[in-house]
DNA sequence: CGCACAATTGATCACGATCAAAACCAGTGG
DNA sequence: CCACTGGTTTTGATCGTGATCAATTGTGCG
């Protein structure tokens, strides 16, 4: 199945704890890799997908700068992972996190777990019950929130967004033109997103759609 | 918020290890309160619920024999665990989980915080993409294959099912209907389920809506 | 330039939600 | 034992949202 496994994995070997940059589009490590590697993101944006029994790609989740991603829950991954943006990040040893001692290593491996956890979470939470548009406004809110200013830019292709929302490619747009409308966000780019108004965003992300 | 907090964790606190039995309905313990208990259950079935902003009671697990919940991720309960049947369960206390030695205990905890992150993951599975039809079959199937026979009966309320799957109660009947129709599965009472067709019932959770 | 893919816009359709009401069942008390 | 009550399930009719189909525009890249 993921016959391109092994020499992406190999290529990735370097777990020295260097800093290093990713280019868009690159493949960290594939599901079902024997799980060495952890990563910290310092700059830019990750998605892990997963591949259904029908061969469709589905995105679920997304992390972010100061997330963990690869985390050795079972002994391989259970996603791909994918640089979404050009991405800086520093690998660490799996082996490390787990073998050394019991003490520190262990909270932050739990913490690690626990943020999976909660990421699973939020996003059933965004997809069962929610309308298209509360679901986009939601997650745009929450990615945000975890970043930094509130105007900053996001990067990430509506396609992505699509997935992970379980809509339509479609959908994602026509919602984020009422966003834009709204005023409540802009689109410089293409794939960038500016939170204008957070007040107004959080509206729309739990509002009885707005009637 | 939830005051009956106290009360409910107070009578519950026996954590010696001896199985005791709870009756329908009945609250182990509440979202928020500390998490000091930790059950395994050996007969009957547990539904974990939470409640959102807007207070709407929503089902995001259920638990079936051999199953542990209460797990002490964070160090108050992250929902509120309820009787669904009469159920058999025995109490741990939670402290020697975490605090015993760090290695057979500390295996079986990440054990347990697995099964919630894979139980996560099923539900997103379930709701994301799938139809009305697929979700229930899956539902069934995926709920009859963890626990034992083919023709066993389960015993849940459909307004339950209807929650976890974030479909309506009459969606979830008519799609019952369907498949007692097709002879796939019969319900001998009300909330009892027989599976009779394993492989027509996983036909149904996959087919692209047979059309 | 031209190619491939992402985003956009429009028109139609189907599925599940919603509204409304009846049937069913379990438990309670007269 | 039976009438009454509350909650769950069942059935039917209608409506709205998002999926789908189809086509155009936009954007980066060889």
Redesign the interface.
Known sequence: MYTASKQVSSSVVVAGGFARPFGPGKTFFWEGDEAVTVYRIETGVVRAVKY???G?R?V?AFFKPGDVFGVP??PEYSYTAEAVTAVRCSPLSAGLWEASG?KRT?TTL?DA??A??KA??E???L???QSSLERIAGFLGSFSEDSMADAMALTIPQLDIASYL?LTPETVCRALKKLKDSEAISMPRRDAFVINDPQALAQFA?AATCH
Chains 1, 2 share one sequence.
């Open positions: 259904d029994e029908a469709e589905e679920i829950i079972d019991c262990q739990t777990i626990r999976e956890l699973a979470r996003r059933v939470a997809i069962s019950h379980a739990h």
